[in-house]
């Protein structure tokens, strides 16, 4: 039992509410389950139980993996998955992230991407990992409900899934709310600290979110949110 | 010289911008700054100096402090500074947290609070801590761009400033993007786990951000900040 390393075929859920997810949204992904002792008297340890036995997973029920898996001491429950790699819908609008670097951030905006429908999400290298249990849990499980793809390069993933371009970017012209999109398309935020490169001044219809001059600039998932709010406005949920 | 503690009256900026982003905004509140001996002698050393030698700052060049304020080994520059309580508006339109738990989310919705030019910050108790150097940092100094205040109920921050009130409630029959917002107004928000307490339905006009069922909730600065947008839609910025 080690620590998860980003050249693992496997991460894992660390928590309740995940773990239950995945086992309930995406069995054939689990390949272990780790419960605490002090949990396997009450009701969640039946329910983990009859979970694992209806699906043949093996249960280890002791405080040692869940100590060396997990950063905080609070974690009772967890479970080892096998990553996976979906290929992206070609109607499907899509966003890309160019070189996110943090994996708390991608994680936030993979439950903002589920939230309002996208289901597509195309990552850029070098970039923070999609399986690292931070992101896995700053996603609140989202991470199973969508696809996502790296690429080395935009122009990779340009080559392979023609459709509309929205770059965000601080220095375009045309503001958000006044933006009519086509479809299919793609929303694409640049880093965290650096935004997308000059380049994109030149791709499709580069789009801002105007707001006062006393910021910089809007934290990443919250600017990449507000363009899926507006994106979709309208849209029944 | 100890770690911060949520009782002294005193916090920190941890890194080179934010520190100077309290040594040029807001000069008046600085006490001392701590700066690694690697940096004393470049371009950000001299800048320093020339600094703090103009608002006759103490400036102490050693490692140790910097090691023992921050938990990350690559923090170079700080700055201890007062805490400080500016009272609300009473014309401007608010942004009311009852009972946020996360000190990287209050210092997110700061950021966005300053960047659509919502300058007041009303905090229900129990609360994360406003000067909390992790919120200070995430903040990314919009912390002293904004007027923030505690109040250990709802009902004491609405006894002195009356006016609109739009809770953001899951269980709101009325869209966000429906909504024509009165002001001055308050845009509520309810903790990250629990949202806001069913009482809030007969407060003002409850709003929902409408979103898709695969996610429970959206991230509570995703939503404050959404929020801000709908309701700043077409401003010019």
Redesign the interface.
């Known amino acids: 039992m080690k620590r998860y390393k980003k050249e693992d075929d496997v991460s894992y859920t660390l928590g309740a509410s995940l773990t239950f997810q995945l086992l309930e949204t995406r069995p054939e992904l689990a390949r272990e389950v780790y419960m605490h002792p002090s949990m396997d008297a009450g009701e969640t340890g039946e329910r983990v139980r009859a979970l694992c036995a209806g699906l043949r997973l093996p249960l280890v029920v002791s405080p040692k993996p869940l100590a060396v898996l997990s950063d905080k001491e609070n974690c009772y429950l967890a479970a080892r998955f096998a990553k996976f790699c979906e290929p992206l819908s070609a109607d499907g609008d899509h966003v890309v992230l160019v070189c996110p670097s943090n994996a708390g951030n991608l994680g936030?905006i993979l439950?903002?991407c589920?939230?309002?429908?996208y289901r597509d999400l195309a990552i850029i290298r070098p970039a923070a990992d999609l399986f690292d249990p931070k992101t896995v849990r700053a996603s609140?499980g989202?991470v199973f409900?969508v696809r996502a793809m790296y690429f080395d390069s935009f122009d990779e993933y340009r080559a392979d899934w023609p459709r509309a371009f929205y770059p965000l970017m601080l220095r375009a012209r045309q503001s958000l709310?006044q933006t009519v999109f086509e479809h299919p398309h793609a929303l694409i935020f640049g880093n965290e600290a650096t935004g997308l490169p000059p380049s994109f001044l030149d791709t499709g219809t580069p789009v801002v979110?105007?707001?006062?001059?006393?910021?910089?600039s809007?934290?990443l998932?919250?600017a990449v949110?507000?363009a899926l709010?507006?994106a979709t406005?309208?849209r029944?949920?």
Do not use: Q, W
């Open positions: 936030t439950r903002s589920l939230g309002f429908g609140m989202a409900g709310d979110i105007r707001h006062g001059t006393d910021i910089d809007l934290n998932p919250v949110s507000i709010y507006e406005r309208g029944a949920f």
